[in-house]
C-alpha cells in the first residue's frame, strides 16, 4: 500500500499504545513517520526494525523542545503533512479532590502541548500543497466522565481548537478533524484501573471491567481500530471530512 509514500507523518506520543499504532499504520500506507515522546529509549525500540521511523525526543510541555524536535524532523524528512497530536496523560481525580498544579499538569500536555506541537508543525505544512492535522481526543471531549474533569475539560479543548482551525483554514488544503476513542487497550487503561482499583477496594481486574462495560460492545477497542480510523482521514477521498469528530467508542454515545 503506497497511498501515502514520500508523505512525512510526525506522530506525537508515537513510541507506545495508540500513537505507536497510528505511526505503525501510516507507514504500512508507505508514509516516512516521526514519533516523538519523552522517553527516547521506549522511541528507539519502537523505531528498531521500522526503516519508515525516525525517533526524536519531545516534550510537549516544553516549547522548546517542541521548537527542535520538530525543526530536526522537517530537517530530515522535510515537511510535515500528516500531524497526529496524540500525546496526552488520563490522571483522574474527583474534582473537590483536584489542586491547581494537577489541573495545570493535564492541561499543558492535553491541551497546551497539542496547540504547540500543532503549530509548530503547520509552519512547515501551510507551505505544501496538502496536509493532514488529527488531535487523538477522547470520548470524554464529547461528554462528562466522571472523576475526570480537568482531563473532560482539556480533550472537550481540543475539539473546540480543530473546529476553530477547520474554520480557519477552510480555503487551505488541510482538514484538522479529532478522533473519539472510548476505552482502548493500552497502559493508560492498565494504570487507571491499579488507581481505581486502589480507591475503590476493589482488584485490577475488577477495575478493568468496568472501563469493559463503559464500551456498549463489551470489550476493550484496539489501538488498530483507533489507527484504522485516523489513517481514513488521511487516504484518497477524505479530502471533504473537515472540522469533525469521529467517536471510535464501542457504541457510547
Ligand atoms: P499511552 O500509551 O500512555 O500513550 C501516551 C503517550 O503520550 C506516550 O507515548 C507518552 O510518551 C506520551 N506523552 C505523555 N506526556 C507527554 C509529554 N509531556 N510530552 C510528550 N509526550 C508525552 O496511552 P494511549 O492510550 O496510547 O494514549 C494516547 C492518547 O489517546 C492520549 O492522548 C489519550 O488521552 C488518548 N485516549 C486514550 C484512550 C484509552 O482508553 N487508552 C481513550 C481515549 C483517548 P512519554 O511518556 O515517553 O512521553
Redesign the pocket.
Known amino acids: 500500500m503506497s497511498e501515502l509514500a514520500g508523505k512525512h507523518a510526525l506522530v506525537?506520543?508515537?513510541?507506545?499504545?495508540?500513537?505507536?499504532?497510528i505511526a505503525r499504520s501510516l507507514a504500512a500506507h508507505g508514509a516516512i513517520v516521526t514519533i516523538?515522546?519523552?522517553?527516547l529509549e521506549?522511541?528507539e525500540a519502537a523505531a528498531r526494525d521500522a526503516p519508515a521511523f525516525t525517533a526524536l525526543q519531545?516534550?510537549?510541555?516544553?516549547p522548546a523542545?517542541i521548537t527542535a524536535a520538530t525543526d530536526a524532523a522537517v530537517a530530515r524528512n522535510g515537511p510535515v503533512r500528516i500531524m497526529v497530536?496524540?500525546?496526552?496523560?488520563?490522571e483522574g481525580r474527583m474534582f473537590m479532590h483536584q489542586d491547581r498544579a494537577f489541573w495545570d499538569d493535564v492541561m499543558?500536555?492535553?491541551l497546551t502541548?497539542a496547540f504547540l506541537s500543532i503549530q509548530a508543525a503547520m509552519r512547515s505544512m501551510l507551505t505544501t500543497d496538502w496536509g493532514r492535522v488529527i488531535a487523538?481526543?477522547?470520548?470524554?471531549g464529547l461528554r462528562g466522565l466522571k472523576g475526570a474533569s480537568a482531563?473532560t475539560a482539556s480533550?472537550h479543548g481540543l475539539i473546540g481548537m480543530i473546529r476553530a482551525l477547520s474554520e480557519e483554514h477552510m480555503r487551505d488544503p488541510v482538514t484538522f478533524n479529532a478522533?473519539?476513542?472510548?476505552?482502548?487497550?493500552?497502559?493508560?487503561?492498565s494504570?487507571?484501573a491499579d488507581t481505581i482499583a486502589g480507591k475503590m477496594g476493589l482488584s485490577a481486574d475488577e477495575a478493568r471491567q468496568t472501563?469493559i462495560r463503559a464500551n456498549r460492545h463489551k470489550r476493550?477497542?484496539l489501538?488498530d481500530e483507533?489507527a484504522a480510523g485516523t489513517v481514513w482521514l488521511c487516504l484518497p477521498g477524505s479530502d471533504s471530512v473537515n472540522g469533525q469528530t469521529i467517536e471510535i467508542a464501542g457504541g457510547q454515545v
Open positions: 506525537t506520543g508515537g513510541g507506545t499504545g495508540i500513537g505507536l499504532a516523538t515522546g519523552r522517553r521506549v522511541l519531545m516534550d510537549v510541555c516544553d523542545s497530536a496524540n500525546a496526552g496523560i488520563a499543558r500536555t492535553n502541548g487523538i481526543s477522547s470520548i470524554a482531563y480533550k478522533i473519539c476513542p472510548g476505552y482502548v487497550d493500552t497502559d493508560i487503561v494504570r487507571n472501563m476493550l477497542i489501538a483507533v
